[in-house]
């Protein structure tokens, strides 16, 4: 079913927590609302299901406009951060537990029970109580109560936040291979950016009430909308370097400190005009290259090296493969991926999208 906001507006007192907020999920995406904490994710959410009143705006679930309907009409679903499971009650009689408020027969819920015992591979655990579980399968159980509604969306408000790091991964896999069994609009509360990354078809990043960008993982990374989603997506973060952009004959040319980039692409600018450039990690090439930078600090996972360099008192990142014996105190040349450098407005933070738009090839 397709969730559309429209216009939708959140005050709490004089406090505007969501200012004017226009989104269209469509039906069957798996969509993320990303953002640091206040940014408004969870008021969102909670406005969707109908837990909390929207000041003005509709909100539309398939052709109903739902912002006056209780939580029960809206024919959604919620899995929560927390279980919320009844301890008194085995893993059966807690997914049974809606169907059998619905008035559902016996012989139904046994059948209904049976399906998503199946999907979510519960079959063994039915007789248990929540406490003899681990927090994995009692958050499967959660997502069992949610399943047996068959809901036309279903909305989860960071349900791994509880687990493990190794439970979670796992988790996520299982929810995207549901996703994709059942084919149902999804909308997803996080704050952490793997999660919405790896799940999501697409991803609204808010911060401060406001949607900065919606659009797919790939685009997200790729071509973030301005400089707050540039920094706030990708780990560790895109270095943001302030900068002047010129033209000398033909040719932009990017100034940081004491560097001069010539860019491989026409920017449609006049002027000097004042930037923020981002450079991600993996675009710092070390070892070769025009310029010389200090090694600050070294990071080494296993799989990579993060350098944390100093180039004449500009701080930048780089993110080499493997393992690099370089140590802190060294001097490394360095070049940068030009073709992949990210530019936005220093005003306003705005991507300054000519250059992507219209690339030219090196
Ligand atoms: P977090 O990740 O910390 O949960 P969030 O992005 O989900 O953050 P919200 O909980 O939606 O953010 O909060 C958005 C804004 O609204 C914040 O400034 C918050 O302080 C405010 N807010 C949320 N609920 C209330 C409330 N009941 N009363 C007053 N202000 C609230």
Request: charged share 25%; glycine share 8%.
């Amino acid at each position: 079913m397709k969730v559309v906001f429209e216009q939708v507006r959140k005050l709490f007192g004089e406090t505007v927590a969501i200012p004017s907020l226009d989104l269209t999920i469509e039906s069957g995406e798996f969509v993320s609302l990303l953002g640091p904490s206040g940014c408004g994710k969870t008021t969102t959410l909670r406005m969707l299901a109908g837990l909390e009143q929207t000041t003005s705006g509709n909100i539309w679930i398939g052709d109903r406009n739902v912002v006056d309907l209780a939580p029960a009409a809206r024919d959604i679903a919620m899995v929560f951060q927390s279980y919320a499971l009844y301890p008194h009650m085995t893993v059966a009689e807690n997914i049974c537990y809606p169907l059998k408020k619905r008035g559902l027969a016996k012989a139904d819920r046994a059948t209904k029970l049976a399906e998503v015992a199946e999907l979510l591979k519960l079959g063994a655990l039915l007789d248990r109580k929540p406490k003899q579980l681990s927090g994995g399968q009692q958050q499967r159980v959660a997502l069992g109560r949610a399943l047996v509604r068959d809901p036309s969306v279903f909305l989860l408000d960071e349900p791994l936040s509880n687990l493990d790091a190794a439970l979670r991964a796992h988790m996520r896999a299982e929810l995207i291979e549901l996703h994709r069994r059942l084919g149902k609009t999804m909308v997803y509360v996080t704050h952490d950016q793997l999660e919405a990354m790896t799940m999501s078809t697409r991803i609204a990043v808010m911060k401060d009430g406001v949607l900065q960008q919606f659009a797919p993982p790939a685009e997200i990374y790729n071509r973030p909308a301005n400089a707050f989603v540039a920094g706030f997506i990708g780990t560790p973060a895109m270095t943001l370097a302030d900068g002047i952009l010129d033209h000398e004959g033909g040719t932009a040319r990017l100034h940081i400190g004491e560097m001069v980039i010539e860019l491989p692409f026409a920017v449609a600018t006049v002027g000097p005009r004042a930037v923020s450039i981002g450079i991600r990690p993996e675009d710092v090439r070390v070892g070769t290259g025009p310029w010389a930078a200090e090694v600050r600090l070294v990071e080494r996972t296993g799989h990579e090296t993060i350098l944390f360099l100093d180039a004449a008192g500009q701080s930048l990142t780089a993110r080499l493969a493997g393992s690099v014996s370089l140590r802190a105190g060294e001097m490394v040349p360095f070049d940068l991926r030009r073709d992949r450098l990210h530019l936005f407005d220093k005003a306003d933070g705005r991507r300054i999208e000519a250059m992507v738009a219209d690339p030219v090839t090196a």
